[in-house]
Structure formats: C-alpha cells, structure tokens
C-alpha cells in the first residue's frame, strides 16, 4: 500500500558523510503513524545541498538541504514536517545544476531506492537485456559498435571493437572482469554507479557476458568503498532471485554469474593487468601486453575488461527505442560523460553532459566558482596522472581529444578546482610521491624514478632558477615515459610537465 | 602440522576457488583482527604456496597487516581533492590531538592513524573515515565526536 506522506532521505556515502545516515536514524525513531514512510532513495548527485530530504505528499516531491541542522529537539514527527515546511523546500530538477545536466546513464539516481527492482524496471530496466537475448550476441556487438562509446575508465578504447575481439577468441571459457577500482583521487562515478543504481551494471555486464560469451564475471571492487559493497552484494542476491543472474536467464538458455572480489588498498591494481594479479590471488604487479587480456587474460583466458560507468552505459544501447546517446558528440568523444566536479568549489557533485563542454561552464555555471571565495588558481582533470591548467585556460573544452592535444587525458572524468593559495611545487612533488608509494615496483623507471623525482622537486623548491635540475627533471620525466610499461610510470610526469609549461616560475624559473 | 578449526572455518569458502587467497586474507582480518605468522604457515597449505609467497601478497597490499592494530582505524584522505580542502592541515591537527604520526597506534590499541588516497567523497573534503564510516567535511571536532558516540555529529 502507498503510504500518504513519504519521506526521501538518501542512503549513500557523501550524503550520510555530513549526516544524511544521522536524520535517518531520528527520523525513524519518530515515526508512529502507518501513513507515514521513509524511503532512502539515493543522492541526486548534488552534493552541496547534502543532506537533501524530500517529502512526497498527494503526488508533488519537494525538499530541503539539512546541512549543519540539528534535529535533536524534535520529539514528533509533525515537529519534523513543520520544521520542513518551514525551510521552504524546492524541486531539485528545477535547479539549473540538474535541469542544465543530460542524465543519461544517471537518469535514475536521486528518484528511487537503488535496490527496489520493480523501479528499475519500471524506468526502462532489462528491457535491453531481453532485446540483446533476442537479437544475439553479434548484433548486441554491432549496436555497441555502432554506437561510438568508447571505455570511460580513461584509455577511451572503442568498447565494442573489445568485445569484438574477445567474442572471436576461440574459448569455451570467457570472463568478464568489472574494474571498480576507482582509486583516481577526485572521481567517485563509479562509486555513484554500484551505490544509486547497481542493477544498471549488473545488467549491463550480463548484456556484455552474453555478447562475448563469458559465464563468469568479477567485479574488483576496492575497499575504500565499503557502502558499494553492501549495495553491490544485495543487488546481486535481488538479481539471482529474479533470474536476471544465475542459470538459464530469462529461459534464454545462457548462465551468468557475478563474484565480487574486494582489492585491498593499492592504487595500481586499477591498472588492468596488476587487477588480474590481483583476482588471481598474487601482488598486484603489472603484466606486460601483449597478449591483450581480451586474448588471454584472467586465468589465462579471454577477458573482456572494463571500467563501471562503462559496462552501466551499454544497457541504454540496446535499448531498441533510442539512440539518443550515439546522437552527442563526435570523434571518440561520443555520448555523455560523468565528469565530477570536486575540490574548492561551491557547488560540487556529478555533472553528465556532453563532452565538449569548456572548463568554463562546468566551474562558473555548474560549479558557481571556489567555496573560499578566492581566485581559481589551478584545476587538475583526469586524477593523479592527469594535467594542472591554469586560470587563463578555462575556453578549453573537456573533449577526449581536446585533453590529448595538451598532453593530458580526461581520464575517468575528475575535474578538481585549487584556488590562489595552492603551492604548484607541492602539486608537482605531490605526483612523484604519490607514484614512490603506488608503483608495484616492477620498473626501474617508475620504482626509483619516482624517488629521485622527489629529490629533484625538493631541489628545485629552494632553487627554481637551477638549470641543472630543471634538465634532470625534464631527462627524468622522459625515461619515465617511454619505458614503463603502464601508465602509473608512464603518465606520472603529466601533472609535473603540465605544472612547467601552464604555470611558468611556479616550479622553474627560466 | 595442524590447523587449527578456527581458521579452516575462516578459510574453508575460499580454498576451492579461483584465487582465493585475496578474499581469505580479508576474512582472516575480519575475524581476528591481524595476519599472525601461524595464520601465513597454515595459508601457505591451505593454498599450497610457499610461505614467502604468502608473505609477498600480504606485504604489497596496504590493507593487510601482521600485527594488531587499533579498535578504531582513523584513515584521513590525502589526496588531490582533499588537499585543496586543507587535508595537510587536518591531518597535522588530528596528529597532534591524538599524539600518534601516520601509521601509529596508540598504546591503549584504541586507535591508529593512517593515510588514504581517495575515499570517493571528494566533493566533500576533507574526508576521514573511521572503520567503515566516511565523514566529509572533517574537522577534528567531528572525529573527536564520531569517536565518542558512533554517530556523525552535524553540528560544528
């Protein structure tokens, strides 16, 4: 039965971060009526107004931001409805920070409760994967290869040219290995993904595993997200119980299943290869390519890896419905990207759009400019190996390939704002140690370049106008790149070479 | 040499299957709180390594640890995001409040202190997780408060 009065409160990390779990857990203690309930549905991506309550009442949804309100003097639930009301509540698809968003593979955070599969499929839900059941793996191939997505875990590979090769491997065995190690600081897409609509991955890997012909998937999950963890491991259970997962899908005579395997606190087994080390049971070292996974690659066998919002992304193609995806966009850059917008900004959160968006907008109109109210000095995009642009570099559009002409990439979307006070040697010092404490050590490059980095950068901090150092860096940075064999060595010097040419006597003085 | 029924229990899901030794290491700290050197003898059977094998994967994770480690873990971000939040700050703050650098735990095994790079909650820095808990927005004040009643305090 529906009940009158339904009180939204979200159930996911950042929201219960700065409360959101706190006013669940009073709230619930208020209620005493049978017309009153709460749903926690999940965050609507807008973090600054976290904790964001709503209630629905006779059909209309509106609520409020409890941020640093305390609510231990209610002793009634109509104590808490007239404190709502009074806190003049506001739809939140009317703000411009959601209506300006195109919220494709997002479309349903903030809506429902994550784990209630009548709304996902009320919303759309495994509708693809009964038309990719019909049509059959290769077609399911061609419309993921027609559509132009490419990986978003950062390589921007063409997702359905992977499957392709790993559905022509002749394998009785295939695996699918989900990589949600989203260990890039400043990103948390992922985490979004498995905590606000889990059964848009899960089938979106069951669609995957039927084109290549994989029976087997894993999901690297890492342990910083232990949320994800709950929510993954109840969706899977609530999948197997609809046979969305499990043996003879939907009478479709293919079986699927998803083991879920927690890393343990490594930034490089998000890398693909030290991920397999990893599922396999070993230290997480680096393996050289080739053969590409796809040939042989978990257990020696032919493995379609790819990154969460990826794998969330394909159900939509399939839907027989719309392309609306494929529509946006050019190049590699087709479709919509999740990029999150974090650091010193007022109005931080997940902001999907479509590619070519300048830095300008996604700070100024999404972000509403830094939370200290300082200057932006720096926003760093694409993680810990991805570039630092300057103040007087916002034109830049956030396309695959706008990113790779300044020798940068968009990585997995993370788009982090420093305002005047950020020391840029720091930053630079900071993409050489962050690389001495995650490299697995196997090359020489990566395991002690990194620390004669550090050492370098210290020197350059008390001498910027030493041309000597500011020549062993430069010599330094380039080894580093063409002989390391991934992009932990290979693409450290990114920050570090962006932070010399945008950021002139910050770190050399010429 | 013997195991003990405690530990075939902890490990029994795992021995059977494809690389097992990741998830069994994390029951084994779930359970009993550490990786003991009797535990890495009686993996190094279960999973028919060596034990210096075993030792190779325990050591290069940041997760696993062979000794004891406080009730409380209090990792602090350290990360980029974080660090336009002022997470240097917080962290030398929390450090001296508590008397314990990075990596220390305090003689009482209440609490120890660690760094992380990245918890996800980085439109909300700086972020600080207490065991399984995330608090963005973090001061010492509100670590202090977490602490003491498992709750997260939304008043500054």
């Known amino acids: 039965m529906n009940k009158a009065i339904k009180i939204f409160i979200p159930n996911e990390t950042s929201a219960n971060s700065v409360g959101a779990q706190y006013i669940y857990e009073v709230i619930s203690k208020l209620i005493n009526k049978n017309n009153v309930e709460i749903i926690r549905n999940s965050t609507w991506g807008a973090f600054w107004l976290e904790p964001y309550i709503e209630i629905e009442k006779e ?29 003049e509540p506001f739809d939140i698809q009317s703000i411009d920070f959601i209506k300006k968003q195109k919220r494709l593979v997002f479309s349903r955070i903030g809506h429902h409760d994550p784990l209630d599969i009548q709304c996902y499929k009320n919303t759309k839900g495994y509708k693809p994967l009964l038309n990719s059941l019909k049509i059959g793996p290769q077609e399911t191939i061609n419309a993921i290869k027609k559509s132009g997505l490419t990986g978003r875990g ?39 993904v498995m905590e606000s609509d889990p059964f848009s991955l899960i089938e979106g890997m ?33 999948a197997v119980e609809n046979n969305f997962l499990g043996k003879n899908i939907q009478n479709s005579g293919f079986d699927f299943n998803i083991d879920l395997r927690i890393g343990a606190g490594s930034y490089v087994c998000g890398e693909e290869t030290a991920m397999m080390e990893s599922i396999e049971g070993r230290r997480g070292l680096v393996r050289s390519k080739p053969p590409l996974p796809a040939i042989s690659g978990l257990f020696k066998k032919p493995t379609l890896i790819n990154n969460v919002v990826t794998l969330a992304t394909i159900p939509m193609l399939l839907d027989s419905d719309e392309d609306e995806f494929s529509k946006i966009g050019s190049n590699k850059s087709v479709g919509t990207m999740p990029f999150q917008l974090s650091g010193n900004i007022k109005h931080s959160g997940l902001i999907e759009t479509r590619f070519d968006i300048s830095l300008e907008e996604l700070v100024r109109d999404f972000g509403s400019g830094t939370k200290s109210g300082n200057p932006i000095h720096a926003i760093q995009i694409g993680g810990p190996l991805g570039i ?33 006070t950020v020391d840029m040697a720091d930053q630079a010092k900071f993409a050489m140690e962050f690389c001495v404490k995650e490299s697995c050590g196997k090359c020489t490059p990566c395991r002690i370049g990194s620390v ?32 390391s064999l991934c992009a932990m060595g290979g693409m450290t010097p990114n920050p570090i070479r962006s932070i010399i040419e945008f950021f002139p006597n910050e770190l050399i003085q010429k | 040499m013997i195991m003990s029924t405690n530990l075939k229990k902890i490990l029994s899901p795992f021995v059977d299957i494809k690389g097992g030794l990741m998830p069994a290491l994390h029951a084994i700290q779930d359970h009993l709180g550490f ?34 480690i406080g009730k409380n873990i209090i990792k602090l971000c350290q990360a980029e995001a974080c660090q336009s939040q ?16 990075l990596n220390e735990t305090s003689s009482d095994l209440n609490i120890t202190l660690k760094e992380v790079f990245c918890l996800g909650n980085c439109a909300l820095g700086p972020s600080v997780m207490i065991n399984d808990e995330v608090i963005g927005e973090a001061t010492t004040k509100k670590i202090i408060g977490h602490l003491k009643n498992h709750k997260i305090q939304n008043n500054e």
Do not use: W
Request: hydrophobic content about 40%; glycine content about 6%.
């Open chain 1, 452 to 483: 004669r980095g550090v050492e370098i950068i210290d020197r350059l901090q008390k001498n910027k106008t030493s041309v000597n150092d500011a020549k062993l860096l430069n010599d330094l940075c380039e080894t580093m790149e063409s002989t």
């Open chain 2, 86 to 101: 002022n997470c240097k700050q917080l962290l030398s703050d929390v450090s001296s409040h508590f008397n314990l650098n």
């Open chain 1, 59 to 87: 059909g209309i949804r509106r609520g409020v931001s409890y941020r640093n309100i305390d609510l231990s003097d209610l002793t009634t639930i109509e104590d808490f409805l007239i404190d709502f009301n009074e806190r």
């Open chain 2, 35 to 68: 990786i003991s050197k009797d535990n890495i003898s009686e993996l190094a059977i279960a999973f028919n390594y060596s034990q210096a094998e075993i030792i190779d994967v325990i050591t290069f994770y940041d997760d696993f640890r062979l000794e004891p």
């Open chain 1, 388 to 420: 630092y642009l300057s103040s007087s570099m916002l034109n830049t559009s956030l396309t695959i390939e706008a990113l790779q002409e300044l020798k940068g990439s968009i990585g997995h979307g993370g788009i982090i704002v420093f305002d005047n």
């Open chain 1, 154 to 192: 950062g390589a921007a590979f063409p997702t359905g040219i992977k499957m392709q090769t790993v559905f022509d491997q002749d394998s009785s065995i295939k695996y699918l290995a989900c990589n949600a190690d989203e260990g890039d600081g400043g990103t948390f897409s992922d985490r979004l």
């Open chain 1, 206 to 238: 069951t669609i995957a595993a039927y084109a290549v012909g994989a029976s087997k998937g894993y999901i690297y999950l890492r342990s910083e997200y232990p949320l994800a963890k709950t929510f993954l491991l109840k969706a899977i259970e609530i």
